[in-house]
């Protein structure tokens, strides 16, 4: 059995991994991410999360990087024939604009840390390239568009996880498309 291509039961080994692993990394993203923005600047924990949270998200988008890249060179099992051209539509409108967001939040966090004036370390153990120079007034852009692209990508993600269930539960049998990303047998 190929391990990235998809086969009979759906989506290969790799393709699964990189969905669900990256599902999990942005739930905590999120979560770490809102928690420690309310910190008081003078909690030792902040930096200490902010470090962690700056990490994770830099592999994270190296992730997002390697899943476009994965997905042009392996083989993307179609939707299924039974959906309405719109649904198909509105599915890859929302499939795109998770990809696009799941590059750019990453992305602002990394060029609001180095227009503050920083380098993104990766664990305190190596410092990735600096992409810009310090400029506070982008800086502060950078951040308020950090939590504005997170709010999108909820919407987005609410919108991919409805879609999923109502192929599964509401549309005909052969709609359903969550066995093809997890073991779950298909619908009777
Ligand atoms: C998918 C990846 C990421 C997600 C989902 C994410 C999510 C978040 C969220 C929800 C917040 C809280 C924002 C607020 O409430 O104001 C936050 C804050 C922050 N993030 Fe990220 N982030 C990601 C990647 C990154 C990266 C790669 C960096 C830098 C290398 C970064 C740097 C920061 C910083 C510095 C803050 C604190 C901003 C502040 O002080 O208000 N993030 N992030």
């Given at each position: ?40 600047k ?33 083989h993307?099992?179609e ?37 503050f004036?920083?380098?993104?370390s ?39 996880i409805a ?18 990303m ?6 009777p």
């Open positions: 059995m190929n391990a990235g291509n998809i086969n009979e039961q759906g989506y290969g080994t790799f393709t699964k991994v990189l969905h669900w692993g990256m599902a999990l990394m942005v739930i905590i993203l999120i979560a770490v991410g809102t928690y420690m923005a309310d910190l008081d003078a909690d030792p924990n902040k930096m200490e999360l902010m470090g962690m949270h700056k990490s994770f998200g830099a592999i994270f988008l190296m992730l997002a990087i390697i899943r476009v890249i994965w997905n042009r060179i392996s993307t099992p939707l299924p024939e039974v959906l309405a051209t719109w649904e198909k539509n509105l599915s890859k409108t929302v499939t795109a604009t998770m990809y696009l967001l799941m590059m750019a939040i990453p992305f602002s966090g990394y060029a609001m840390t180095n227009l004036g920083y380098p993104v990766l664990f305190g153990l190596i410092d990735l390239p600096v992409l810009f120079e310090k400029n506070i007034e982008i800086a502060k852009l950078a951040k308020q568009a950090h939590p504005l692209l997170v709010y999108a990508l909820l919407v987005a993600i609410f919108a991919h879609g999923a269930l109502k192929h599964r539960f509401i549309d005909a049998r052969d709609a359903d498309v969550l066995p093809r997890m073991s779950i047998k298909p619908r």
